[in-house]
């Protein structure tokens, strides 16, 4: 997509580089695919820029993006760009290191530390894969995470997956994308198949 | 999204393995963001598969998708997935090493060597990066692009990225995903940034 003007420049008192620098709350949702795919996308430019990322997967299989999760990974270890942190709700999360409770209990705990993070500004992107069905499911609390992200200090950007995005957080985001299938193979009788789908 | 079962399975003569491992043309279109970072996002998947990933960037600025391309190329590099070739006519193409003709020419140029390559397997993914444009304004014949797409060889992925995909292409793709803007910072005067946008 072109780099074009902004349509209109808003009365809010910053000046174009404030405007600019600003950070952003991104969704990704719909039905189609590319939710997940497109924020990992995003993050190879977070770590072309040397910026810390940090993924959370609230997804309940670990073996779900294991290509993302190896691509990024080798990038974080190049020593080229930015490191990258890689956090799985579904083998424990790696700083509780044991699977405890159900998986409402590890939502809420996944969204703990990413508000601790946050607070810490412990990464400068954050990937907050599938988050939209805690919030959804009412394991985390749609206006607690709104309240988060919206004291966190600092350049810290986060993109949020998932389908069926809460409407608060829809219009609390400053970039919202809707992901709309028009054709899918399994609508054809395909299955999903590696090095496409994962 | 759930790796699902296929909501029906059709009467076309194929073991479920080979309609699994049929070859897909995926086009990301619409105006919303999100087209060419999923397509980047899905080679990560292609790389940690070993595939070797072509990409082809049918843009005329050669400093767009910087950050893509570095992390693409260092995964490359990195020895631990597939190979990555990256193609940009915005330098003038790799294999033509210097500016010839206006943009059409290049891009025909581009579809040209895109077409040479299916027929020789070099790549087992392709990433036809802003590829709807060249066809929609007429550079590039949309007959001939699926005429070649359907009689390529093997196991090869082509996934083509841009707005406003002519109506056949949209037709003969096996996967199809319109990428719709909800709401955007730009509209709020707000501008593109480093990290986000590049």
Redesign the interface.
Known sequence: ?P????????D?GLT?RA????P?V?????T???????????A??????G?PVGVFQFVKSAKWR???E???R??GA?G??GPVTWHKMGEGWSWIQRETGGHAEQAAEGWAQVARDLVAQTY??YVLDEFTYPIKWGWVDVAEVISVLDARPGQQ?VVITG?DAHPDL?AY??????????????????????????
């Open positions: 997509m780099r074009g003007q902004p349509a209109s420049v808003p809010d174009t405007r600019r620098n600003r952003l991104v969704v990704h949702t719909g189609g695919k590319g939710k997940s795919t497109a924020a990992f996308g995003m190879l430019r977070a770590w072309n820029q910026w294991v290509g993302e190896h691509a990024l080798t990038l190049s080229e760009g400068r992107f950007h389908r829809v985001a400053d970039l919202v994308t809707d992901m709309t299938k028009v054709k899918h193979p399994m609508d054809q009788g395909q299955k999903g198949q590696k090095g496409v789908e994962w």
